[in-house]
């Protein structure tokens, strides 16, 4: 017999080691109040990359994801067009971040990337639609279809800026980081469904040596046996 099995959860950033600002000439912040994709104009950072690091996704293997998206909240209103791209590393169980230049942006890749295009930031303190990125259940899914993967393992998405939002520094979006207000920390949100094999009864018989007899397990699985 075989059933389908669903499920799903929300995994938030687990400390101020797992958010984390690339600035354009590759060092880390582990430290920052908030997450500026991606110009930080306010210093010297320039054009960053976001590394954000899901811990314990509990996530079966072979499951198919069936819905994914990270859910923010503003920190600043920011109303000018933004341009994002979301990729997920090529890794069945992602490192932490170190204080290694580059190690983010230089993280192998999983194939293609989701195109976010933000709608208008209005105020502070906003958690909505305008918050929450496109679907990512298609970089999801390669992660968990890496041959490594096994559940409550480790994801990483990667937010890189393109178009205008590499040209006008204030085409971008602030968001909280874990180190700005941890019960707001960015969050992976995420269903999937798994077919599961359920397993077959084991027969239980005595056999006789002298006789030839037909025995079932209530499975609709019979053992002829000849003696």
């Known amino acids: 017999n075989v059933g389908t099995i669903t499920g799903?959860?929300?995994?938030?950033?687990?400390?101020?080691n797992e958010d984390v600002e690339e600035n354009d000439a590759g060092v880390l912040n582990f430290s920052s109040t908030d997450l500026e994709m991606v110009s930080d104009n306010g210093t010297s950072a320039g054009n960053q990359v976001?590394?954000?690091?899901f811990q314990n996704l509990d996530i079966p293997v072979g499951a198919t994801i069936t819905s994914a998206y990270i859910q923010f909240r503003s920190d600043e209103a920011n109303t000018?067009?933004?341009d994002l791209l979301i990729y997920a590393e090529d890794?069945?169980?992602?490192?932490?971040f170190v204080d290694v230049a580059n190690n983010v942006s230089g993280?192998?890749?999983?194939?293609?990337n989701v195109n976010w295009q933000p709608s208008a930031?209005?105020?502070?303190?906003?958690t909505g639609t305008a918050q929450q990125?496109?679907?990512l259940s298609n970089l999801l899914q390669k992660v968990i279809d890496n041959c490594n993967w096994e559940a409550k393992?480790?994801?990483?998405f990667i937010i890189e800026g393109t178009g205008v939002s590499l040209t006008n520094p204030n085409a971008k979006r602030v968001a909280d980081s874990y180190d700005g207000s941890s019960g707001n920390a960015p969050r992976l949100v995420y269903t999937y469904s798994y077919n599961a094999a359920t397993p077959i009864k084991p027969l239980d018989i005595a056999f006789n040596e002298d006789q030839a007899s037909d025995y079932t397990n209530g499975n609709n699985i019979t053992l002829d046996i000849d003696v």
Not at 8 to 16: E, H, L, M, S, V
Not at 107 to 112: D, L, P
Not at 153 to 156: E, F, G, I, K, L
């Open 80 to 82: 000018d067009s933004a």
């Open 91 to 96: 890794s069945g169980n992602a490192a932490p």
């Open 133 to 135: 990125t496109p679907n």
């Open 8 to 16: 799903g959860n929300t995994i938030y950033i687990a400390n101020g």
């Open 121 to 126: 930031w209005n105020s502070t303190n906003q």
């Open 107 to 112: 993280r192998s890749r999983v194939s293609g």
């Open 50 to 53: 976001i590394g954000l690091r």
């Open 153 to 156: 393992n480790s994801s990483v």
